[in-house]
């Protein structure tokens, strides 16, 4: 990635605080022609990148390795971390965050701890415009896409808040990451290079936006995709999600195929259980149809209650009967038990209400 976002705005952003581009989600190399541009030498960057990606530091001034002269100067141009406006632990030790930007908007970003991992979910927009019938952060409508940095944030924050390294992100907190690829490949690249954490521990969740699976098969990347599928029919898909109605199941099966062949990466299908709408035995063979002769697994999700619709959760037998037809079918396929009920944290039930 080139050195552009930050180059142009830097020279004047001294005393033009409102066109400051935030330093974090910045590269060594964006760092290092930034602090050239300032008239430092070179190996500050490298000093910064340090000071913003391992130590966390949320304001220039404090970078005692600094000169005083210049710390003032660069005090006021943002490093771009959120405050924790609100944070609530599950018993199973989920810590759901609410994080205040800049602007005052609000987004949620959950820490699931598990013996060997830390694992983020990190939103990608203020709310989300995709209205999937049974998501709660979908009914509280959209607000704006997230800035790279603000997606950095949430990662940095937890493992500052954690005290402990975070191995995993997932891209399935508030939001569609691919109405949002710019600031999102941002951020992936950033996660990787700058934080430290492998490509294959990233995954990004998509309900499908046409054409933009395809897009990102042509960056090569080594991230899992996810696909929230949920059903296996056009007819059904188009109850539960709104935007399936202009982008066809075959379609979004048929640019999974193509990723798969372009990238050499298998494809994890969502499918959310709701009882009695798309969990009998004849949806999962159903979907195994549609799923044979290509590298993919299943992930069942059972369904995380919400307020504002009466979908119910299917029972263990129900849930097992799905996953043997699948695998009879000779689907990969496991089931996710959400993490962080209790907290509001689980799939599906973010949103940025205030605490109880
Ligand atoms: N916009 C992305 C990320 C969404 S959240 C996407 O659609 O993939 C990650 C997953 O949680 C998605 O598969 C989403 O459909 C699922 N989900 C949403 N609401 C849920 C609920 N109430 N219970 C269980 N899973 C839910």
Redesign the pocket.
């Known amino acids: 990635m080139s050195a552009t976002p930050l180059a142009s705005p830097v020279n004047s952003l001294v005393s033009e605080k409102t066109t400051l581009p935030p330093l974090l989600g910045a590269s060594v190399a964006e760092l290092t022609a930034w602090v050239q541009q300032q008239g430092q030498p070179a190996y500050r960057g490298k000093q910064l990148h340090e000071w913003i990606y391992q130590k966390g530091v949320r304001s220039l001034f404090d970078i005692s390795v600094f000169s005083k002269q210049w710390r003032a100067t660069v005090a006021d141009v943002p490093v771009g971390r959120s405050t924790i406006h609100y944070r609530s632990v599950a018993p199973d030790g989920t810590v759901k965050y609410l994080l205040q930007l800049s602007d005052g908007e609000i987004v949620e970003t959950v820490g699931i701890p598990t013996e060997k991992r830390l694992t983020v979910c990190v939103s990608t927009q203020v709310g ?1 415009p ?1 209205a ?1 019938d ?3 952060t979908g009914k509280g409508g959209y607000k704006r896409n997230l800035e790279r940095h603000e997606i950095v944030d949430q990662v940095l924050t937890v493992q500052e808040d954690f005290q402990q390294r975070v191995s995993h992100v997932v891209f ?2 508030m ?3 691919l109405l949002n690829t710019d600031n999102v490949l941002a951020a992936v690249r950033c996660l990787n290079q700058d934080v430290g954490i492998g490509q294959r521990s990233l995954t990004l ?3 499908g936006i046409r054409d933009r699976i395809s897009q990102l098969a042509e960056h090569h990347l080594q991230v899992t995709l ?1 696909v ?1 599928l ?1 059903a296996p029919n056009q007819a059904l898909r188009e109850k539960l999600i709104p935007s399936a109605h202009s982008y066809h199941i075959e379609d979004l099966l048929a640019e999974c195929r193509e990723y798969v062949a372009i990238t050499g990466r298998r494809i994890s299908f ?1 499918y ?1 259980l709701l009882a009695g709408v798309n969990d009998l035995p004849e949806h999962a063979l159903e979907l195994s149809k549609h799923l044979r002769g290509f590298q993919n697994h299943v992930n069942l ?1 059972p ?4 307020a504002e619709v009466d979908y119910k959760r299917p029972s263990g037998d129900r849930i097992q009967a799905f996953v043997t037809v699948l695998q009879q079918q000779h689907i990969a396929v496991s089931v996710r038990y ?1 993490r962080g009920l209790e907290a509001d944290a ?4 973010l949103r940025t209400k205030s605490p109880r």
Not at 303 to 306: E, S, T, V
Not at 346 to 349: E, H, I, K, L
Request: aromatic share 6%; with cysteine; glycine share 10%.
């Open positions: 989300c995709m999937c049974f998501c709660a399935m907190g939001g569609e990451p969740s998509t309900v996810a929230s949920h969502e959310i999700i369904y995380n209650p919400i959400s689980a799939c599906g039930q």
